[in-house]
């Protein structure tokens, strides 16, 4: 049974709705982010976990127990803000203590406690700062210490790095991923950046328009995308139109015979590959998968160059190593990797 799960949800403000018939499950350990561009639904699912909004209908389980209209207050869930959102006139102290003080504790036990959380997340000896004495990077551990000092049943992160700079984002991301496994805890994490989430998750839901398009580890889903919707928010930039002749065998629109190293059911979907899986050879070259074309623009990008080339089948974008040169308006044969071409409804 799943620790947490989202059964049929559906949620908005006023007339808006922005999760219809939402669902989502996250086992008990897991580190699971939502990422997609803004408006896509993210934020409005953690607060409903977090209590800090109710749905319109369905239900929010917990641990096997209806949390639907269980208050914020009393539901054991951590939150980590964007802004840190630390209390400026309080000191490192005591922004972690606040909420076992909020819980009653005794002092000595309010003490050891975030002395021990303090040394957990390479704080030691800054209890006695205020928020305004440390940098970036130490106020989000600050309010991470915060979250985790209670012993929460579920941690959420809305965004937390992207106050920081992109080396300090980095840094941070690891230290998370470090902590989270060190401390086993359930974290339910909110990112618009794909490279952030993929390095720290378990499991990635990518969200669109108020649903999840895919839900999967994130190597399953750079290497599987399911939808055109997931091929091109994981680096798919070439898209073509396949018809099924035989096992891994296809036709594409101009007649050109397309080998591929999986198989599709339907007689017709799509085929997509990504810029650097596609080769560039010289006109009439006998290569596999060959597509004639002309090149539209070259642009150069350090290490290699890009090439947007015109087909019959369509525009591709494609990559380069520096050293092969292919002026505009010369016709070339492209060459799609057999085993790089993934195929799509």
């Known amino acids: 049974m799943a620790l947490l799960e989202l059964k049929n949800i559906t949620a908005g403000y006023d007339q808006n709705i922005i999760l219809k018939d939402f669902n989502i499950s996250v086992e008990k350990g897991e580190f699971v982010s939502l990422l997609g561009s803004s408006g896509c639904g993210k934020t409005t699912c953690l607060r409903l976990i977090a209590g800090f909004a109710d749905p319109m209908n369905g239900q929010i389980l917990f641990n096997g127990k209806d949390y639907t209209g269980v208050p914020l207050h009393k539901r054991n869930f951590g939150f980590v803000f964007q802004s840190y959102a630390l209390f400026p006139h309080l000191t490192v102290f005591d922004n972690v203590a ?94 618009h950046d794909q490279e952030e989430c993929f390095a720290i998750s378990d499991k990635v839901a990518i969200m669109n328009k108020g649903v999840i398009e895919q839900m999967d580890t994130p190597s399953e889903i750079y290497n599987k995308p399911k939808t055109e919707f997931i091929a091109r928010f994981v680096g798919f930039e070439n898209f073509f139109d396949l018809t099924r002749t035989g096992s891994c065998a296809f036709k594409a629109a101009n007649g050109a015979e397309i080998v591929t190293g999986s198989d599709h059911a339907s007689h017709s979907c799509k085929g997509c590959i990504r810029p650097g899986d596609v080769s560039v050879h010289a006109a009439g070259a006998d290569v596999v998968n060959a597509i004639e074309g002309r090149v539209m623009v070259s642009t150069f990008l350090g290490q290699h160059n890009q090439l947007n080339v015109m087909t019959d089948i369509g525009e591709f974008v494609v990559s380069t190593d520096q050293t092969q040169v292919f002026p505009v308006g010369e016709t070339v044969t492209l060459s799609l990797a057999a085993n790089k071409i993934i195929l799509i409804d």
């Open 98 to 191: 606040f909420g076992l003080k909020m819980r009653k504790m005794d002092k000595e036990t309010i003490r050891r406690e975030v002395l021990d959380m303090l040394k957990v997340v390479d704080l030691e000896g800054f209890e006695n700062r205020y928020p305004r004495e440390m940098s970036g990077g130490q106020r989000q551990r600050v309010a991470l210490a915060r979250a985790l000092v209670i012993k929460p049943d579920l941690l959420m992160f809305d965004e937390p790095l992207s106050n920081l700079d992109a080396k300090l984002r980095v840094k941070m991301r690891v230290e998370i991923r470090k902590l989270q496994q060190k401390l086993g805890f359930t974290a339910i994490y909110v990112t």
